[in-house]
């Protein structure tokens, strides 16, 4: 049975879910707002005894991880599904906005790297330059 959407809307869709994939998933894992509970649960990630805790914990310290969480949500609320009806289109969906959602964190991530390495290039000019 074929999806009611057609292939263009399906990708438009799937490149417009994986925004707010990405955001949650590299908020969380990244940025300082969630400091505290992440070095928590880096924290015990390394100390749990149980496996099963261990890689609990570890799902919110890794933005690939915890994205495949935020996936799974956004596809339980929006009932996106990719080029199948049912589970054979959730299983899609999910692998497809998960690669997609990375792909926009890889490209944010290198993108702060550029524009951090590019600031302390100009502080270094600005220090090396004669003082009138």
């Not at 879910?17 to 509970?37: D, G």
């Not at 929006?78 to 926009?104: D, H, K, P």
């Not at 944010?108 to 290039?121: M, T």
């Amino acid at each position: 049975m074929p999806l009611p959407l057609t292939l263009l809307h399906q990708a438009g869709v799937l490149f417009l879910l994986a925004i707010p994939i990405a955001c949650m998933s590299w908020t969380v894992t990244h940025e300082e707002v969630f400091r505290e509970p992440r070095d928590y649960c880096k924290q015990e990630s390394q100390r749990e005894d149980s496996v099963l805790r261990r890689k609990f914990f570890y799902l919110f310290t890794c933005e690939y991880c915890f994205s495949h969480y935020v996936t799974a949500l956004v596809l339980f609320f929006t009932r996106f599904q990719l080029l199948y009806v049912g589970w054979r289109g959730y299983v899609l969906a999910e692998f497809a906005l998960v690669y997609i959602a990375n792909l926009y964190m890889s490209t944010y991530n290198r993108l702060r790297l550029d524009i951090k390495h590019e600031n302390v290039s100009i502080a270094v000019e600005q220090a090396e330059l004669p003082k009138p």
